[in-house]
């Protein structure tokens, strides 16, 4: 059996999306740091934050509460260790439908109530676009886009902030650098 990873990823949601919650990745990064954590980058511009967690663990809350006070403002935050991050790719029934991986997206749920908002859309006909819901994470196929997608704005209203999401390519991405990173010895 492989070694578990130790590294984390935070979803911040709504990060560097027009002019609300602005914020440099050099303040982000400094401010996971200043929780404790190790190993840290950030991915894109956006709000995706890759780290090992301190040896007492991170909470969302925490990250949220952090952000408020360091940084003026907060942001829904959804921690996903890595190697539930590699199962939620794993499970996706989506990829093979999935033309054009940024069309694709995971929608990485914070809650129970989330889950179950996905999971009454998926009793929807959503042609030509498509919906599938997992444990952790739904999976949306949005073949017009996000903007003109009905079912993206149907997510939207039915989860409020209850979730965030990332386009299929960023997703592997960010499973690509964690795999990439360092791993502490046990």
């Known amino acids: 059996m492989a070694k578990p990873t130790l590294q984390s990823v935070a979803f911040l949601?709504?990060?560097?999306?027009?002019?609300?919650?602005?914020?440099?990745?050099?303040?982000?990064?400094?401010?996971?740091?200043?929780?404790?954590?190790?190993?840290?980058?950030?991915?894109?511009n956006s709000g995706n934050v890759?780290?090992?967690?301190?040896?007492?663990?991170?909470?969302?809350?925490?990250?949220?509460?952090?952000m408020e006070q360091r940084l003026?403002?907060?942001?829904?935050?959804?921690?996903?260790?890595?190697?539930?991050?590699?199962?939620?790719?794993k499970q996706n029934p989506l990829e093979?439908?999935?033309?054009?991986?940024?069309?694709?997206?995971?929608?990485?749920?914070?809650?129970?109530?989330?889950?179950?908002?996905?999971?009454?859309l998926t009793k929807q006909d959503w042609t030509p676009g498509a919906m599938a819901v997992r444990q952790h994470a739904g999976y949306l196929w949005l073949p017009d886009g996000v903007a003109a997608s009905e079912l993206m704005a149907a997510v939207a209203r039915a989860t409020g902030d209850g979730i965030t999401s990332r386009n299929w390519s960023t997703v592997l991405r960010i499973l690509a650098l964690i795999g990439a990173m360092p791993q502490e010895a046990k």
């Open 96 to 120: 093979g439908a999935a033309s054009e991986p940024s069309r694709l997206l995971v929608v990485f749920l914070t809650s129970p109530t989330a889950r179950r908002a996905l999971q009454t």
């Open 50 to 66: 890759l780290f090992t967690p301190p040896s007492a663990g991170l909470s969302a809350d925490e990250v949220e509460k952090a």
């Open 72 to 89: 003026g403002f907060s942001a829904r935050t959804v921690m996903v260790p890595g190697e539930h991050l590699a199962k939620i790719v």
């Open 13 to 44: 949601r709504g990060i560097n999306v027009g002019r609300a919650k602005r914020v440099a990745m050099k303040d982000l990064r400094d401010l996971f740091q200043q929780l404790g954590c190790a190993d840290v980058q950030t991915v894109l």
